[in-house]
Structures are given as structure tokens and as C-alpha cells.
């Protein structure tokens, strides 16, 4: 019984109704395997992080995580479903085209689309442009100066558990040059999505954030119609909204921990138009409010109550591939000695990085899911984070000077575009003839490797 998201919850039951033939042999009421509420059973949040048995004492919480973990993309699914009758080609091509023009100049545009455009084009009535500006001239700095060292590591993090793991895996995205393909294109992504203008109607990061959501889409009609493997008794949704929750909020959850640990309780006013940037393009990916949380508190508190609710598992032949295949991926777009160079320092920042996200700095822990770090790689950080982190928190502080904000944003501005174009021209597809169709999971307990860092 749902008290404390209605809404929600009939959005996620309505899934079924909209899509019978994908979703209506779903149970929307009972949670999936991969979702614990059991203090016995081990989790993926950590003991250090936070307190388990407190998160599953909050009703409110638990429901909200239990309801979200069921949710698709109730506009963008439907929408993929048509691959059959039209092919992935064509629904691709259509897609770009309502970005770029409007709906209408789509021939013969279908229902679903109209309806996938519309529910982005619905802005909700906690937008504030100006802020969502603001923070997306303050969110390029670091786009441009510290996540290619680091999108890496952080992309590393959905692999870690089975459960949330085993759509990519169906994507058969584990060869080395699709894994540098899918690195490149999240690069891509939250890189173009913080250039001025980017998030508005007929900008760059709309269009990116709806082929995203297609890509998404196409995956859950793919695991769901074409491959035995996706056992939904044990997996639920394939990627559900909680699991998109924190690749889109990763950079608000580390503020609010640093809005804690300075003892406060709220965001600052510069911090705040980082969140609303980062809300709205969250809401354009497909995110419900639910899932938006907007305080210090609320972020940290439905991130980890994610991880309090998600069976903890690590299966090799799923996540240690996954993992492998990620780092061993070459992402420069040439092989000059400054592209190898290059290549070589930020993979010593994603194994440094990984290690400090998601290990708590235990190489075991690390060297268990398959990442190796060595003496050379934290040498390697050492010398170049002066470079690094110094230039970036140069432009930083630079940039809060009035007379220089705008040279400044000119700078971070020229640099993203030479960061985009090395990353080159993303596709947002994934390819179903690449799905293994050889069922591989049971529906009682799945043969995995606990990982308790």
C-alpha cells in the first residue's frame, strides 16, 4: 500500500496499461529480488557510510526507493517500443528531428513521439532559468578541467553491482571499443549539457538528454522482448529511474557532504543554481520530482537509502568484465605520444579515483573488482594534481571576480569544445543484435560474489 507517493506509484502501474505486451507480466507490486528491505542481508551501502537500520526504519524512504526502483520511462518506452514497426533508424532520425524543428515538422509523426516531446517540453514550475544558467556556467569549469580525469572512475560505479550492472552487460558493451564508445558518449553528454543555453528547448543538451533517454528505453525493450537473460523477478525494471538517480546527481550529493561537514544545513546561493542546473537536466533525462530531492540532507539521504536497498553482489562474469573492459578501453581519439601520454594519466586518475569513491581506499576491495592500483598511479596524481586540481580551482576562483567571470567562462567555454570534439560525435544507440540470448541468471539466489569493502 503506498501512502506517501500516490502518484508515483500510479505511474509506475501504469506501465503495464501502456505497454501490455512489455510490462504486463510484470507484478508492480511486489518488489524485485535485487530490492532488500531485510537487515540481514547485505547491502551495497556501506557500514561507514551511513546507518542501514536507520533508513530502514523511515517508511517514507524505504517506499519512496521500493516505488522508483519499478519506474521506466512511461513517454520514452512506449516510444521505443515502435522499433518494430519502424526500426531503430528511423525512430532515431524522427526524434532528432522534433528536437531540431518541433513535432510537427515530423511527417506523420507518431502519438508516442508527440507525447515523448511534450513531457520534456512541460517545465516544471520550480525552473528558474537564470539560476539554471548560472549554474551551468559554474558546472562547465569543472566539466572542462576535471571530469576527463575522472568520468572514468565515476562510470566505473554503475558496474559495481550485479543488479544495477547487468543491463549494460546485455548491451554487450564489453568489448574495448564499445566501452570507449560509452565512456566518450557520457563524456560527451554532461559536457555539452553545461555550454550556455544548452538545457533550453532548442538547444544542444535537450537534444543529447532525449537520445539519452531513447538509448535507456531501447535497452529495457531489448532485455525485456529479446533476451532470456533479463529475469524480472530478480531484476525488476531494466535501468530503472533509481538507478539513473545517481550518474545525474553525483556532483550534488558530493556538495552536500561538503555542506555537512562545514555545518550547515542548506546549500549557499552559487551551490543552489549548481543543483537547479543539475534538477532540471535530471528532469529532462526522465527523473521524476520524487527523485529530485533539494536539500543537503534529502540528497544524502536518498542516495544512500538507494544503496541501504540494493542486494549487494558482485558477479565476475557481469561486473568484473564490465570493469576490465572500462579501464582497458583507449578513449583518446589519436595516439600521438601527448594523446598516450594523456591517456595514460587519466587512467591513473580513474584507478586513484575508484579506489577513494567506492572502496574506501582498500586496494583489496579494488583489486576484487578488477581495478589494480599501483604505487605509479597515486605517483602519477600526485604530480599532476597541482596542474590539475590547481588550474581548476584557479578558473574557479577567478571566475567569482565580476571583471573576470566572463574571460574566464570564455576560457572554460574554448576548452569544453576541444573536450567535445575529442570525445567526437556520440551516437546514444545500443545495437539489440549484440544481446546474448543464452539465460545465464536463476531467479533464486543468483551465483555472486559478495563484496563487503
Not at 262 to 271: H, K, L, N, P, Q
Not at 430 to 442: E, S
Request: charged fraction near 20%; proline fraction near 6%; charge should be neutral.
Amino acid at each position: 500500500m503506498t501512502v506517501h507517493y500516490p502518484e508515483l506509484a500510479q505511474r509506475v502501474r501504469s506501465q503495464a496499461e501502456l505497454q501490455p505486451g512489455l510490462y504486463g507480466g510484470i507484478d508492480f507490486t511486489r518488489p524485485p529480488y535485487r530490492h532488500t528491505e531485510d537487515p540481514d542481508v547485505t547491502s551495497t551501502l556501506p557500514s561507514w557510510a551511513d546507518d542501514r537500520g536507520r533508513i530502514l526504519g523511515n517508511d517514507r524512504i524505504v517506499e519512496l526507493i521500493a516505488t522508483a526502483t519499478m519506474l521506466g520511462d512511461v513517454v520514452a518506452d512506449p516510444y521505443a517500443s515502435l522499433a518494430e514497426e519502424y526500426g531503430v533508424r528511423s525512430l532515431t532520425a524522427m526524434l532528432q528531428q522534433a528536437c531540431r524543428d518541433g513535432v510537427d515538422a515530423v511527417p506523420d509523426a507518431p502519438a508516442e513521439l508527440r507525447a515523448f516531446i511534450a513531457a520534456m517540453e512541460a517545465t516544471p514550475d520550480w525552473v528558474d532559468w537564470e539560476l539554471i544558467e548560472e549554474g551551468a556556467r559554474q558546472a562547465r569549469i569543472p566539466a572542462a578541467f576535471i571530469a576527463p580525469f575522472v568520468i572514468r572512475g565515476v562510470f566505473l560505479g554503475t558496474f559495481i553491482n550485479t543488479y544495477a550492472a547487468l543491463p549494460m552487460a546485455l548491451t554487450g558493451a564489453l568489448s574495448g571499443a564499445r566501452a570507449a564508445h560509452r565512456v566518450n558518449e557520457t563524456s560527451s553528454f554532461f559536457a555539452v549539457t553545461t555550454m550556455p543555453g544548452a538545457l533550453r528547448r532548442n538547444g544542444p543538451g535537450f537534444a543529447a538528454a532525449a537520445m539519452v533517454r531513447l538509448m535507456h528505453s531501447m535497452v529495457r525493450f531489448n532485455a525485456m522482448k529479446r533476451s532470456s537473460m533479463w529475469d524480472a523477478d530478480v531484476y525488476g525494471m531494466p535501468v530503472p529511474q533509481v538507478d539513473q538517480m545517481p550518474a545525474g546527481l553525483i556532483n550534488v550529493y558530493m556538495m552536500a557532504t561538503e555542506v555537512l561537514k562545514r555545518g550547515d544545513t542548506r546549500f549557499s546561493d552559487a551551490e543552489r543554481a549548481v543543483v537547479e542546473f543539475s534538477r532540471y537536466r535530471c528532469f529532462l533525462l526522465g527523473l521524476p520530482d520524487e527523485l529530485l530531492p533539494q536539500e543537503p540532507g534529502e540528497v544524502i539521504e536518498t542516495f544512500h537509502a538507494r544503496g541501504a536497498m540494493l542486494r549487494d553482489g558482485f558477479d565476475d562474469a557481469t561486473c568484473g568484465e564490465l570493469v576490465r573492459s572500462t579501464m582497458a578501453a583507449y578513449v583518446r581519439p589519436g595516439h600521438s605520444v601527448v594523446d598516450r601520454t594523456l591517456e595514460s594519466v587519466e587512467k591513473s586518475w580513474s584507478r586513484v579515483g575508484f579506489l577513494r569513491a567506492f572502496c574506501n581506499n582498500s586496494r583489496d576491495a579494488a583489486a576484487r573488482m578488477g581495478v589494480q592500483v599501483k604505487l605509479r598511479d597515486t605517483a602519477v596524481v600526485g604530480l599532476t594534481a597541482p596542474f590539475i586540481i590547481g588550474r581548476n580551482a584557479a578558473v574557479t576562483a577567478a571566475s567569482k571576480v565580476p571583471a573576470l567571470r566572463g574571460i574566464c567562462d570564455k576560457y572554460a567555454i574554448r576548452v569544453l569544445k576541444m573536450r567535445l570534439k575529442a570525445y567526437g560525435t556520440p551516437e546514444f544507440t545500443t545495437d539489440h543484435t549484440k544481446y546474448p540470448t543464452k539465460a545465464a541468471v536463476t531467479t533464486s539466489e543468483p551465483p555472486l560474489t559478495a563484496l563487503h569493502g
